[in-house]
C-alpha cells in the first residue's frame, strides 16, 4: 500500500487563522478526516503491528472549535488542558560534566504537583514492565502540556515514564561548555544507554516531539541495529531544518512562529549567557546556518532506522511545513510507517468537545501495546547491546544468572568476533557536529567540529576508502591486523583483553589461509576439467608423433627395410 498525501487549503498563509482554508468544511464534516498511512508492502513493521491498530486505520476529528492549526497550536501553548502529573526528578551527569535532568512520573493520580530529587531512583513496579523515554521539543520540558498529557496516559496504563528535559532546561543550569542541539546525539545515547544499563530487563520505547523528534530518528539511524530499545515515535518531526527556515519566513503568520521561537531561544540564551558566551564566535557561525540546516536534518537519516518507527505529522502543520515530509524515504525503509493527518496542528492533535483528549497520544500508545506483543519485539539483540548488558551487569554486581542468556551471549563472543572486527567503528551517517561542541568556520563557509577525534575519524575514513580497491580477502585480514592493533594502542586495557582479542585474530586468519587453499585446488580442478577437450586432443597428437617409433608397425617397416638393404 502506497500512499501519498493531498493537501486541502491554503495552510501556509494567515487566512485560516479564524476562518477559511476548510475550517466551515470542518465544522460540517463530522466524521473527520482519514488517517493516510505510507510504508513499503514488505514491511513487517506494518503487517504484523499497524494493520492491528484500529486508531491509525481510523479518522482523526478534531475538536470543533479549534479547527483551524493555529488555533490548536495557541491553546496547546497557554492553556492545553494538562491532566496532573507527579515528578521525581533524577539527576544524571555525562562525562564532559554536562548536567541532565530526568523526570520519572511518580505517581499519574497525584493530584498535587512536585518535584522530588533522589539519585537512588527505585522504580515503583519491578523491573520488567516497560520504560518509556520522552525527548520534549525546543525550550521545551516536562512541564509542558503535551509531555503531561503523553506521560499522564502511559503511567496511567503502568509503564514507567521518564522525561529526559535537554541541557538548560527544566530549572538545570548549564554546567560544561556543551549546550543541545537539533543534531546532538549524544545526551540522548547517553541517557538511553544508562536506563538500559539499570534496568536491562525493561523493554525500551522512546518517543520525540518536535526537534526531538529530529534528534530521535537520527539518533536511531546513527546506532542502527545496536540501539537497546524495541520502538520508537517521532511526533510533528521538522525533516528538514532547512526547508522550515525558510518557511518560517515566508508569510506574516509563520514570521509569528519564527518570533515566538525567537523569544524562547532568547530567555535560554539569557539563563546562561555566562556559559554560552564563550562558547563560540556567534557572527561566524551565523553564515553556516544552512550547513548546520543540511547535516542534522532527520530527513537525511530516517532510511538508516532500524527498528519500528511510527511517524505522525500533520498537513497543516503551521511550523514544520509538509514540504519537507520524506515520503520516499519513509516508504523505501521497511522499519518506518508514516502517519499523516489533514489536521492537527503541531503537536496538540486536540478531539472531543472539551479538547481533553490527544489524539496521537492515543494513537502512540496503541502502536506501542500492538509492537510489544508482537514477534518483532524479540528481535534478536546484536553483539554490543549484549556485551554492554553484560558490562553494565558486572558493575551493579548482578551478571547474568540465566543460563540461556549466558549461553547467548558466549555464542555471540565467540561465533560473531570474527563478523564483528572486520566491521568499522566509524558510523558513515556521523557528521563532526557530533564530536564537540566547538565549531570552526573556514573561509569558503564549512563548519567542522574542534575535536582530536574528528582527525582520527577522517583519517579512519580516508583509510576504508582506500581499502575498497583491494580483493575481499585482503580487507578481511588487514581489518583484523587493524583491530588488533588500535587494541595494542590503548594503554589502559588490561594484557589479558589483548590476548583475548589474539587467538580469535589467529584464528581469523588461519580460516581465511585455509579457504585459499580450497579455492586454488577448486579453481585447478574446474580449468582441467574445461579445458582438457583441447589439450587432451593436443597431447594426443603431440605423444603419438613423440613416441611413434616404438609402435609395432613402425618396427615392421623398419625390418622391412633392412631386408631389402641386405639382399640388394
Not at 521538522?238 to 518560517?248: E, S, V, Y
Not at 580469535?504 to 574445461?530: D, E, F, G, H, M
Amino acid at each position: 500500500m502506497f500512499a501519498r498525501s493531498h493537501a486541502v487549503g491554503d495552510y501556509g498563509g494567515g487566512r485560516d487563522l479564524f476562518v477559511g482554508g476548510g475550517v466551515l468544511h470542518d465544522l460540517l464534516e463530522l466524521r473527520g478526516q482519514p488517517v493516510v498511512l505510507t510504508f513499503n508492502p514488505c514491511s513487517k513493521v506494518y503487517s504484523d503491528v499497524v494493520s492491528k491498530c484500529r486508531i491509525l486505520h481510523g479518522r482523526y476529528l478534531s475538536t470543533p472549535w479549534l479547527c483551524s492549526p493555529h488555533l490548536q497550536t495557541v491553546f496547546l501553548q497557554y492553556f492545553g488542558n494538562p491532566p496532573v502529573v507527579n515528578y521525581r526528578r533524577q539527576i544524571l551527569t555525562t562525562s564532559d560534566g554536562g548536567t541532565l535532568a530526568l523526570d520519572w512520573v511518580k505517581n499519574a493520580k497525584v493530584k498535587k504537583q512536585a518535584y522530588q530529587v533522589n539519585d537512588a531512583l527505585a522504580l515503583q513496579q519491578d523491573e520488567k514492565n516497560p520504560i518509556l523515554i520522552i525527548i520534549p521539543g525546543l525550550t521545551s520540558a516536562s512541564d509542558s502540556a503535551y509531555i503531561k498529557h503523553l506521560a499522564f496516559n502511559m503511567a496511567k496504563r503502568g509503564w514507567n515514564v521518564v522525561v529526559s528535559n535537554h541541557r538548560g532546561l527544566g530549572g538545570v543550569s548549564i554546567t560544561s561548555d556543551c549546550f543541545y542541539n537539533g543534531g546532538w546525539t549524544e545526551d540522548v545515547r547517553k541517557v538511553i544507554d544508562y536506563i538500559h544499563c539499570q534496568y536491562p530487563e525493561a523493554p525500551l520505547f522512546v518517543v520525540g516531539t518536535s526537534i526531538g523528534a529530529n534528534i530521535l530518528v537520527k539518533y536511531l539511524a546513527e546506532d542502527g541495529i545496536n540501539v537497546p530499545i524495541i520502538g520508537a515515535a517521532a511526533i510533528c518531526s521538522p525533516w528538514d531544518l532547512l526547508i522550515c527556515d525558510r518557511f518560517m519566513t515566508r508569510k506574516l503568520v509563520q514570521r509569528l512562529y519564527n518570533k515566538a521561537l525567537t523569544i524562547g531561544l532568547k530567555d535560554y540564551a539569557q539563563s546562561h549567557e555566562a556559559v554560552l558566551s564563550r562558547l563560540s564566535n556567534w557572527e561566524g557561525v551565523k553564515k553556516t546556518v544552512d550547513t548546520y540546516y543540511r547535516r542534522c536534518s532527520a530527513s537525511n537519516f530516517v532510511g538508516s532506522v532500524m527498528v519500528p518507527l511510527l511517524c505522525i505529522s500533520s498537513l497543516d502543520d503551521p511550523v514544520c511545513t509538509r514540504e519537507a515530509i520524506p515520503w520516499d524515504e519513509c516508504r523505501l525503509n521497511t522499519n518506518v510507517v508514516l502517519a499523516t493527518t489533514q489536521h492537527g496542528g503541531h503537536l496538540p492533535f486536540f478531539e472531543g468537545l472539551a479538547a481533553k483528549s490527544v489524539w496521537w497520544v492515543r494513537a502512540v500508545d496503541e502502536f506501542f501495546d500492538a509492537l510489544q506483543s508482537s514477534p518483532l519485539s524479540h528481535r534478536k539483540k546484536s553483539y554490543d547491546c549484549i556485551v554492554k548488558e553484560y558490562m553494565c551487569g558486572c558493575a551493579r554486581n548482578r551478571p547474568y544468572t540465566d543460563a540461556s542468556r549466558q549461553g547467548d551471549l558466549m555464542c555471540i563472543l565467540l561465533k560473531g568476533l570474527s563478523s564483528v572486527i572486520s566491521v568499522s567503528s566509524v558510523n558513515p551517517l556521523e557528521s563532526s557536529i557530533d564530536h564537540a561542541p566547538y565549531v570552526h568556520v573556514s573561509e569558503d563557509g564549512m563548519v567542522t567540529a574542534v575535536s582530536e577525534e574528528v582527525a582520527e575519524t577522517i583519517e579512519i575514513r580516508h583509510q576504508e576508502n582506500a581499502d575498497e580497491n583491494k580483493t575481499g580477502d585482503e580487507i578481511n585480514a588487514e581489518e583484523c591486523v587493524q583491530e588488533k592493533q588500535s587494541t595494542d594502542i590503548n594503554p589502559t586495557q588490561p594484557e589479558r583483553d589483548i590476548s583475548d582479542l589474539v587467538a580469535p585474530v589467529k584464528k581469523c586468519l588461519t580460516q581465511l589461509s585455509r579457504q585459499n587453499r580450497k579455492s586454488l585446488w577448486l579453481l585447478a580442478y574446474i580449468a582441467i576439467i574445461t579445458t582438457w577437450p583441447v589439450v587432451g586432443s593436443a597431447l594426443t597428437v603431440f605423444l603419438r608423433k613423440k613416441f611413434k617409433i616404438f609402435s609395432p608397425e613402425h618396427r615392421l617397416e623398419g625390418k622391412n627395410q633392412s631386408y631389402v638393404r641386405f639382399g640388394k
